[in-house]
C-alpha cells in the first residue's frame, strides 16, 4: 500500500488500469443514466448520501471527485469544511450503507492507491 | 469503406446521446436528476462525435486539438457540475419527493446555526475549499 | 442499400446535425421554463456543450478542420460562465 516506495512501473501499470476502469465507468454510466430516461417510467430513487474520505491530498480530491461526476449515475455536490466528507447525490439509493460501502472501496480506495 | 462506416456509427451514436441528454434535461424531475443527464450523457456523446471526427480527418495535429477538446470538456464539465450543483443545494432547489435520503441538510443546518449564533470564522469556513 | 455507402457519411454528418438541433431546441426550453435559476444555468451549460459538438459534426460534414479551434474557444467560455454564475448564486445566497 505504501504508494511512496512502490516503484515507477507499478504506478505507471496502475494508472494504465485505472483509465480503462474510468473509461469503463463512463460507459456504463452513460448507458445506465440513458436507459433511465428513455424508459418511460422512471426506476431512479435519488438520494444524497455521505461518504468519508480519509486525508486525500488535493490531487487525490480532484481525481476522486471528477471520477465521482463522471460515473453511474453519481453526482458530488458537497465536500464539508474540514474535507473528510463527500456528499454525492446518486441515481439509485435503495440501501444507503451498502452503496457508501462500495463508494468508499472501489473509488477511495483506487484513487488513494495510484495518485 | 470501413472506417466511414466507423465514422458514420460513431457521429449517429454520439448525437443519440446528446439527444438523450437534452431529453432527459426535460423529462426528469428535479434538478439535481436533470444534472446527471446534462453533465454525463452529453460529454460521452461529445467524446464519440469527436472520436468520428479524429478518424474523419486522420491527421496528426488534428488529433492533438480534439484530444485537447475532450480533455479539456472531460475536465470542466465535472468542475462546473460540482458548483453549480452545490450553488443550487444551498439556494434550497428542491429535491424530488421520492428522494430516498439526504444526508447533507442536517450538516447545512448544522453550520447556518453557527452563523446564527455569530460564529463568523466557522461561518466563512464552508465555502472556502472548492472555490 | 449499397447505394448509400458511398455517401454514408455524409447522411449520418446531416442526420447527426439534425439531431442535435433538436437536442438544443429540447435544451431551449427548458432554458425558458426554469422554474429555477439552476436549471437554466444547466440548460445553458448543455446547449454550449451541444453547439460544441455540433462545431465536430460540422467540420467532418464540410471537411474544414479548421473550425475545430472554435469549439475550444467554446469550451473555454462557458466554462468561465459557469463558474462566474455558480459563485454568483452562492452570493445572491447569503
Known amino acids: ?115 | 469503406m470501413i472506417t466511414d462506416i466507423l465514422i458514420a456509427f460513431l457521429l449517429l451514436g454520439g448525437s443519440a446521446f446528446a439527444l438523450v441528454a437534452a431529453l432527459g434535461i426535460v423529462r426528469l424531475p428535479d434538478f439535481y436528476m436533470r444534472m446527471h443527464a446534462a453533465t454525463k450523457a452529453s460529454a460521452f456523446g461529445l467524446v464519440l462525435i469527436f472520436a468520428g471526427a479524429a478518424l474523419y480527418f486522420g491527421d496528426l495535429l488534428v488529433l492533438l486539438e480534439i484530444l485537447l477538446i475532450v480533455f479539456f470538456v472531460y475536465v470542466t464539465a465535472p468542475i462546473a457540475a460540482h458548483l453549480i450543483g452545490r450553488a443550487a443545494y444551498h439556494m434550497n432547489v428542491p429535491l424530488w419527493e421520492e428522494t430516498q435520503v439526504d444526508e447533507l441538510r442536517p450538516r447545512i443546518e448544522e453550520s447556518e446555526a453557527e452563523i446564527e449564533s455569530g460564529n463568523a470564522s466557522a461561518a466563512a469556513a464552508p465555502d472556502d475549499p472548492a472555490d | 442499400m449499397l447505394l448509400f455507402i458511398p455517401h454514408i457519411v455524409e447522411i449520418a454528418g446531416s442526420a447527426s446535425m439534425g439531431m442535435l438541433l433538436l437536442a438544443v431546441a429540447l435544451a431551449t426550453w427548458r432554458l425558458l421554463r426554469g422554474p429555477d435559476l439552476a436549471d437554466r444555468v444547466v440548460a445553458l451549460e448543455m446547449i454550449t456543450l451541444l453547439l460544441i459538438a455540433l462545431i465536430g459534426v460540422y467540420a467532418v460534414r464540410t471537411g474544414i478542420d479548421a473550425v475545430l479551434p472554435v469549439a475550444i474557444v467554446i469550451g473555454l467560455i462557458a466554462f468561465l460562465g459557469t463558474v462566474a454564475f455558480a459563485r454568483y448564486l452562492m452570493r445572491r445566497k447569503a
Open chain 1, 1 to 115: 500500500m505504501s504508494t511512496q516506495r512502490s516503484s515507477v512501473f507499478l504506478r505507471l501499470w496502475r494508472g494504465l488500469l485505472f483509465s480503462l476502469f474510468y473509461v469503463k465507468e463512463v460507459v456504463a454510466s452513460s448507458f445506465l443514466v440513458a436507459y433511465d430516461i428513455l424508459t418511460p417510467r422512471l426506476y431512479s430513487r435519488p438520494g444524497i448520501i455521505a461518504v468519508s474520505l480519509c486525508s486525500l491530498t488535493d490531487r487525490q480530491l480532484l481525481v476522486l471527485t471528477n471520477l465521482v461526476t463522471m460515473t453511474p449515475g453519481t453526482l458530488s455536490l458537497d465536500l464539508s469544511a474540514d474535507r473528510s466528507m463527500l456528499y454525492i447525490h446518486h441515481m439509485h439509493v435503495p440501501d444507503p450503507e451498502a452503496l457508501r460501502r462500495q463508494i468508499e472501496e472501489d473509488y477511495v480506495r483506487r484513487v488513494r492507491e495510484i495518485f
